[in-house]
């Protein structure tokens, strides 16, 4: 299965900058996908990373607040934009691989980001 | 559209005993449906996953599941709770048209010694 490098690992920034997400993938994926994981909570999904074209937005999420970039299959990043400390969350990037018949997911190590 | 319900947000079992997670998910396609745990401070980590394979799925660590259709539930088990199992975990989703995941509010696990 694929071997997903994210970073960076955790951050702390201060509100109003943004922080750039970079998730770099051993091989070439079609699916990419965006996730939050705020404190004590379960995981959202934010966008899917389409590879050549404008990402796809989940409800809730825009384009402004948190703009994808897919140069590539191996590559994606997402950047938090004018951050508030209400962004404080895990920020995880997946990858959909086939497998024989059926479908893996990889999920990255994660983003911790910490707005002050 | 696809989403899960996890029935309890806590359990607590005593080292020894049998874990029962309870998961139940709605899904307009045929699902692909998962386990996930996440230790404090970890990445997640795959337990097991239905792929309209066979019905009762094995995965690491003594971990099992069964689909019921009929049910639409897939609760994961465990015959004998070791400290280690002590963490968060997440049932998913994913309806394989669009192979996005929809997550379950998640379980805490705690062992007690």
């Known amino acids: 299965s694929a071997v997903i490098s994210q970073k960076p690992s955790r951050d702390i920034c201060q509100r109003g900058t943004s922080l750039t997400i970079q998730c770099q993938v051993d091989?070439?994926?079609?699916?990419m996908f965006w996730y939050r994981q705020q404190p004590g909570q379960s995981l959202t999904l934010i966008a899917t990373?389409?590879?050549?074209?404008?990402?796809?937005?989940e409800s809730g999420f825009v384009i402004d607040k948190f703009p994808i970039s897919r140069p590539n299959l191996t590559f994606s990043t997402l950047t938090v934009s004018n951050m508030s400390p209400e962004d404080s969350s895990i920020y995880l990037c997946?990858?959909?691989?086939?497998?024989?018949?059926?479908?893996?997911?990889?999920f990255g190590s994660g983003t911790r980001l910490t707005v002050v | 559209a696809q989403s899960v319900t996890q029935l309890d947000s806590h359990v607590s079992v005593s080292e020894g005993t049998p874990v029962l997670l309870r998961c139940n998910y709605s899904?307009?396609?045929?699902?692909?449906l998962f386990w996930y745990v996440q230790h404090p401070n970890k990445g997640l980590q795959l337990l097991l996953k239905?792929?309209?394979?066979?019905?009762l799925v094995k995965g690491i660590n003594g971990f099992e599941a069964e689909f019921k259709k009929s049910e639409t539930s897939f609760h994961l088990t465990k015959p004998s709770a070791h400290m280690s199992d002590a963490a968060e975990y997440f049932c998913?989703?994913?309806?394989?048209?669009?192979?996005?995941?929809?997550f379950g509010a998640g379980t805490t696990v705690t062992v007690r010694a």
């Open positions: 997946s990858v959909a691989e086939a497998l024989l018949a059926n479908y893996g997911y990889t």
């Open positions: 091989s070439q994926v079609t699916m």
């Open positions: 990373a389409n590879q050549g074209s404008e990402a796809t937005y």
């Open positions: 899904s307009s396609y045929s699902p692909s």
């Open positions: 239905y792929t309209s394979a066979a019905t």
């Open positions: 998913v989703v994913s309806d394989r048209g669009d192979y996005k995941l929809s």
